[in-house]
C-alpha cells in the first residue's frame, strides 16, 4: 500500500460531518488481487487515524469486466467478506449493461463483450463464444453461471451517496441540475460535459469512470479511477473533516 497526502482544500472547505471518515474505492474492474489486500488496508488505515463513530467506505462502480476476476471481486463484496464500516456500492454503467441484458436487452451483449464482459463471463465459467454456435443455449449459461446472490448485489446497488458537503457517483453529475433531478443515466455515463465543467457544484463531487494517472483533485471533483485493470493501480480517497488522502494498492 502507497499512501499519499493531499492535504486541504485551500479554496473552499468542503468537509464531512463531525466524527464522519470515508473511504471512496475506485473502480476495481474485476482486479481481485488489488481489491483484497486494500480492504484489509483500508481498516489498518483507519485504526491508525484513531476510533470514529462512523466510517463509511463508498464503491464507486464498475466493480466488474475488463480484469480477470470479476466473479471473485463480487463474490467478496457481496459475501461480506474483510467488510468494515457502512458499505454503499454505487452502480457504475459495467453493472447497468450487465443487468440490462440479463433483463432481456440482448442487443446490447456484442457491445458489452467488446468492453470486458467476455473477462466477466469467463470469470463465471462461461464461454463467450458460445453465443455465436447457440445464442439460446448461450443465454440459458449465463443465467445460470451468475449466483442469484451476485445478481441480487448488483441490483441493491446504488446510484448516488451523499455524506456532508461530498457527493459521491459513479461517471459525474450534469452541471447545473439540482442533485435530485440528476438523471441515472447521466450519473452512470455522464464524461466531457462534466468533467470540462468549471461550474461550482455546491458539493465536491467523487467519481470513478473516467481513467486518469493518478488521483485526479480538481475545484469542484475528485476522480479516482485510476485504471486498476491495466495500470496495476486501484486508488482510494480517504476523506475526514475537511482533509484528504490516498491509499493505493498496487501490483508490478
Given amino acids: 500500500m502507497i499512501g499519499r497526502w493531499l492535504g486541504r482544500d485551500r479554496e473552499r472547505r468542503y468537509c464531512l460531518p463531525e466524527g464522519v471518515r470515508a473511504y471512496a474505492v ?4 474485476g482486479r481481485a488481487d488489488l481489491l ?21 467506505v463508498v464503491f464507486l462502480g464498475d466493480l466488474i469486466d475488463r480484469g480477470p476476476a470479476s466473479a471473485s471481486v463480487v463474490s467478496m463484496l457481496a459475501s461480506g467478506r474483510a ?44 464461454d463467450p463464444a458460445l453465443h455465436l454456435r447457440d445464442p439460446e443455449a448461450f443465454r440459458r449459461a449465463m443465467r445460470d453461471a451468475i449466483p442469484s446472490l451476485h445478481v441480487g448485489f448488483l441490483r441493491r446497488m446504488v446510484p448516488m451517496v451523499r455524506l456532508g ?3 459521491f457517483v459513479h461517471a459525474g453529475i450534469r452541471p ?24 461550482d457544484h455546491g458539493v ?27 495500470s ?18 498496487r501490483t508490478g
Fill in 83 to 126: 467488510a468494515f464500516g457502512q458499505r454503499h456500492f454505487i452502480r457504475g454503467n459495467h453493472e447497468q449493461t450487465l443487468l440490462d441484458i440479463l433483463d432481456g436487452a440482448w442487443e446490447r451483449l456484442d457491445d458489452w463483450l467488446a468492453v470486458g464482459g467476455v473477462e466477466t463471463l469467463e470469470s463465471y465459467g462461461v
Fill in 36 to 56: 483484497a489486500p486494500m480492504l484489509d488496508w483500508i481498516r489498518a488505515d483507519s485504526d491508525s487515524r484513531g476510533g470514529y463513530p462512523e466510517v463509511h
Fill in 165 to 167: 458537503d461530498y457527493v
Fill in 26 to 29: 475506485g473502480d476495481v474492474h
Fill in 204 to 230: 465536491m463531487v467523487v467519481h470513478g469512470h473516467t481513467v486518469s494517472d493518478k488521483v485526479d483533485v480538481r475545484r469542484n471533483r475528485v476522480g479516482v479511477d485510476t485504471g486498476a485493470y491495466a
Fill in 176 to 199: 447545473r441540475v439540482p442533485l435530485e433531478e440528476q438523471s441515472e443515466r447521466d450519473l452512470r455515463w455522464i464524461r466531457r460535459d462534466f468533467l470540462d465543467s468549471r461550474v
Fill in 232 to 249: 496495476n493501480r486501484l486508488s482510494v480517497l480517504g476523506l475526514e473533516a475537511d482533509r484528504r488522502w490516498v491509499l493505493t494498492s
